[in-house]
């Protein structure tokens, strides 16, 4: 007997496929020589389409295909981010690749994959279709890294990508395969009652630290950070841009629903854990990023600090933490993607990634200084800027939970994370200028620029209706421990 | 019957900085405009508000109280009692003569006033917050402007000076809000509303073991900032490196937010382990008082000078704030606003002299009254003031300062006194070596302060030191209304 699929639930993930095969199908169609970039203008079109159509889409809940996709608050308030974010990458990849030239029109195909890839882990209620959608995310992420063929550091990004990441996902099958030795299932509800009724034995232990690798792969948490400054700096900046994003928070909503749902019945044994692998991700971030010259490093490691930061809202292991882990991620989606498009103009006019090349940005275009000065200082969690409600949240988590020396220690990482980030800061804004050229920021960036920094400073300001959202994404999750 | 809107405090310099904001860059003399009235208009505000203030009813007035964030209890909630009904006016005078004497000022002057508003309009949205949140919030929104002014247009050895502030700063306040959030979570009350938690303490005291804790992590947190010895290192060295109108909110206004915070947050909500802790603050703060007396007077730069006198004198504000009487208390509010008043007067005159003869050594200057007798005379005032003379302000702040810590504090009052007279000692050398003496050749074609529009904000500040000194009950009326109460809580 077939099972009955409710299409409804799975909606935007057909939209996306749908698109993506005519998309396949516009490529084939158009002359090769086409000057206007179609299949960009046309993918822009279909994703304001679908923006406006998942708006409507809140109260979709439910499980189909047998229990193996799950759509509730948690996977909406992902995918309404996981298409945000969409909306800026695409952009910053037409003005990447109108200086480059060639071979665009696959780069969006990949785009889409990896959309599609991020909707099905933030809908997983089995690991297997976790399994899978993780690796269809990731190998378009493996593509995309290296998709700069005559760029020999973007070749060894996407390498070293490519076997760390196979590296990961064989950990993450083989603790698969343990839980399904102790528990018969791979589903996540089976698991869940099994985990209410038995305690922690070596074996699940084993599967649980075999999978957390996995995910700890993808939101870059010590010890399992290794490719993030290598990758950072030689993947294409649109990739990088989703790679600091987009794979960070679904490996969030991975993190969320291992231990808030699945394992949250265990919260006493992993706790600790996460508090103490907390600590290390930010300090070991923060360090390393005080040294960096080049701004996607400097960025890259700032991303591991913030991936501890988050980390501290899982090991509160309560609802405020996994909200303040929705809030963080929705401040950090516009404050990364508003220095990643400057970012991006920037290497554009200049050809350089340099942070010493930055000296003097405020006399050569005053809004991108504006915008990188804005996203640096949310980044480190200054008021009235949203980076510090988030980190406000996060810090009342671990307090509650009882964790204060891990709340000290990430003071301490808010004073060293000041200090890189107003070192940029100063090169923008102090240092003369080593050319004085005007760079010109196109009107549609020009745009998007704006919407970014509207995102950081009204987030910030009135924080109430994006933390409502944050913790009702929450409220309604599926198997919720809370 | 008319009452003052405190949200206009706010809510007109935003509209200014809008308008500035908007203003193409090279329209220097709108923008000055500009910028001049969206601080007038507070300061007038903010008269008015000192002025309607009812002491005789006494507690938070003119309150207006909107919910925020309703999940973690944070509201907008502004309100006024007698200590910061005199911080406003404090600011609010301090932050006009910042404005206007900043004409001195000639590059990138947008972004210059841009980054002077945002500090000046975070400082008013900390004084007028009854909510713990709100005013943490407002306090730091003060953090990055500070850094980029310092280290665009301060002096030599600016980007040294704005990174080592900032971060000192930034390090108390993050030690600051894990104890506000700790306290915040153990009243259980969920609610970030200083009136609600106050009320609720005031019954049912917490635990002695939580407010052991925390009390310490919030006076260390902002003692930082109000340069409790041994983190005063970053305050000298700002102060001179910075533009003047930083050093002048700075020593004047934004430290005071730190003996507010503690006032308010750690004395008043956990009156036990105040007693416990205080008495080791007072011990550091005759450290303060004493050393950093000392250290100024081995300094021959005039801004040094002010910057180590000025931590000095925040050893009084702590000496105060460990006294757990009326007087004392009293002394501590009134020497936050007569010290406000003094500091950004002396960094004003000290900030002209330097833009004029572009040293600040004593060694090269000498005579300066020659050439600017109305500067001087004022620079001899302030330091009168800062050494305690009669007739100003401090002279009864630190009387009132001083008479509190007597019962307490026998041998500490002793040494406090001692201060006084190492502040005469080394004010006095500044005098005779800048100020008196033979003119430096090179410097006789310098020109005083003498337009009616230049002396203006030095005018205004001095004259605010006399009044006040002479005539004190007009602001001890406003503060004894509302540190009866905090006494009533504490003993």
């Known amino acids: 007997m077939f099972p009955v699929i409710d299409w409804s639930l799975v909606s935007l993930e057909v939209l996306i496929s749908i698109i993506l095969v005519s998309l396949v199908v516009v490529d084939i169609v158009l002359p090769k020589n086409a000057d206007k970039d179609w299949i960009g203008i046309f993918s822009f079109i279909a994703l304001a389409g679908l923006i406006i159509f998942w708006l409507t889409q809140g109260s979709l809940s439910g499980t189909t295909f047998s229990g193996m996709f799950v759509m509730d608050s948690l996977a909406w308030f992902f995918k309404t981010f996981f298409l945000i974010a969409m909306v800026f990458v695409f952009a910053m990849t037409q003005e990447f690749f109108k200086s480059l030239g060639e071979r665009r029109n696959e780069f969006y195909l990949l785009l889409w994959l990896a959309l599609i890839g991020m909707c099905l882990v933030a809908s997983s209620a089995d690991f297997l279709l976790l399994f899978i959608s993780i690796e269809i995310l990731t190998i378009s992420l493996y593509v995309m890294t290296a998709y700069l063929k005559s760029d020999a550091l973007s070749i060894e990004a996407g390498m070293k990508y490519l076997i760390l990441g196979a590296l990961a996902s064989g950990f993450f099958l083989y603790g698969i395969s343990f839980l399904y030795g102790t528990t018969h299932s791979t589903h996540f509800s089976v698991i869940q009652s099994y985990c209410q009724i038995h305690a922690m034995s070596p074996m699940t232990l084993f599967a649980l630290v075999l999978i957390f690798a996995a995910v700890g792969f993808k939101i870059a948490a010590v010890p399992f950070h290794m490719w993030v400054a290598d990758v950072y700096q030689g993947a294409p900046t649109p990739v990088t841009a989703l790679l600091s994003v987009g794979s960070k928070a679904a490996g969030f909503i991975i993190l969320i629903r291992l231990f808030f749902s699945i394992f949250g019945a265990w919260h006493a044994e992993w706790g600790l854990a996460l508090a103490i692998l907390s600590a290390i991700t930010m300090t070991y971030g923060n360090l390393v990023a005080m040294f960096q010259t080049n701004i996607k490093r400097l960025l890259g490691y700032s991303s591991i600090s913030h991936a501890g930061y988050l980390l501290m809202g899982a090991a509160a292991g309560t609802a405020l933490g996994a909200s303040g882990i929705n809030f963080y991620l929705l401040g950090y989606l516009f404050t990364n993607l508003a220095a990643f498009l400057v970012i991006i103009v920037f290497s554009i006019a200049t050809k350089s990634d340099e942070i010493a090349d930055y000296a003097g940005l405020s006399q050569r275009s005053s809004l991108l200084a504006c915008t990188m000065l804005l996203a640096l200082v949310s980044l480190a969690g200054m008021p009235p800027l949203v980076g510090f409600f988030g980190k406000f949240t996060l810090l009342m988590a671990v307090i509650k939970s009882g964790y204060i020396w891990l709340a000290l220690i990430a003071g301490v990482n808010i004073v060293i994370s000041l200090y890189y980030y107003l070192m940029v800061a100063k090169r923008i804004y102090v240092d003369p200028p080593r050319h004085t050229a005007k760079i010109i920021v196109p009107s549609k960036i020009r745009l998007l620029l704006v919407i970014a920094i509207l995102g950081i400073v009204i987030i910030g300001i009135f924080q109430g209706p994006f933390l409502d959202a944050a913790m009702a994404a929450v409220q309604g999750m599926y198997l919720s421990h809370l | ?491």
Not at chain 2, 187 to 194: P, V
Not at chain 2, 339 to 352: D, K, P, Q, R
Not at chain 2, 365 to 371: A, E, F, T, V
């Open chain 2, 1 to 491: 019957m008319f009452t003052p809107n405190l949200s206009l405090i706010l809510l007109l310099p935003l509209l200014g900085l809008g308008f500035v904001c908007l203003v193409p860059a090279d329209k220097t003399r709108l923008i000055r405009r500009i910028a001049g009235i969206t601080v007038l208009l507070p300061f007038i505000l903010s008269v008015w508000v000192f002025a309607a203030y009812d002491h005789v009813a006494g507690g938070f007035q003119f309150v207006q109280n909107t919910p925020w964030v309703v999940p973690f209890g944070i509201s907008y909630h502004l309100g006024v009692d007698g200590i910061n009904s005199l911080m406003l006016l404090l600011l609010g005078a301090t932050s006009l003569a910042a404005v206007l004497i900043s004409e001195s000022i000639k590059e990138r002057v947008k972004e210059y006033y841009i980054l002077l508003l945002i500090t000046i309009i975070g400082t008013y949205g900390a004084f007028l917050s009854l909510d713990i949140f709100f005013f943490y919030f407002f306090h730091e929104v003060a953090a990055v402007p500070v850094f980029l002014m310092i280290a665009i247009w301060g002096s030599e050895r600016r980007e040294f000076a704005a990174m080592k502030l900032t971060l000192f700063l930034v390090a108390g306040a993050a030690i600051a809000l894990i104890g506000l959030i700790a306290l915040y979570l153990s009243t259980g009350l969920q609610t970030f509303d200083l009136v609600t938690i106050q009320q609720q303490l005031a019954q049912h005291p917490l635990p002695i073991a939580v407010q052991n804790w925390i009390f310490p992590l919030i006076v260390l947190g902002f003692g930082i900032t109000l340069t409790l010895w041994p983190f005063y290192t970053w305050a000298p060295v700002g102060y001179a490196e910075a533009p003047t109108a930083i050093s002048m909110l700075h020593a004047g206004v934004l430290k005071k937010m730190a003996a507010y915070a503690i006032i308010r947050f750690a004395i008043q909500l956990m009156p036990q382990a105040a007693h416990a802790w205080m008495p080791l603050v007072a011990g550091l703060a005759i450290v303060n008082i004493v050393y950093c007396g000392l250290v100024a007077l081995t300094q021959r730069d005039l801004k040094y000078i002010l910057g180590y006198s000025s931590c000095s004198h925040m050893g009084y504000i702590m000496l105060g704030l460990a006294c757990f009487n009326t007087i004392g208390l009293n002394g501590v509010v009134y020497l936050m606003f007569a010290h406000g008043i003094m500091a950004a007067l002396s960094f004003a005159l000290v900030g002209f002299v330097e833009n004029q003869t572009k040293t600040r050594d004593l060694n090269e200057l000498g005579g300066l009254l020659k050439c600017m007798p109305f500067i001087g005379t004022c620079f001899m005032m302030a330091a009168f003031a800062s050494a305690g003379v009669p007739g100003f302000a401090n002279f009864v702040a630190e009387i009132l300062v001083l008479l509190g810590a007597w019962d307490q504090y026998r041998i500490l009052t002793v040494f406090a006194v001692l201060g006084l007279v190492i502040t005469a000692i080394y004010l006095l050398k500044a005098i005779r070596l800048g100020f008196q003496g033979p003119l430096n050749p090179k410097f006789a074609q310098l020109s005083d302060a003498s337009t009616l529009t230049a002396k203006f904000p030095y005018v205004l500040l001095l004259a605010l030191l006399i009044l006040v000194g002479c005539l004190p009950t007009v602001i001890l009326t406003h503060i004894g209304s509302s540190t009866k109460t905090i006494v009533e809580s504490i003993k």
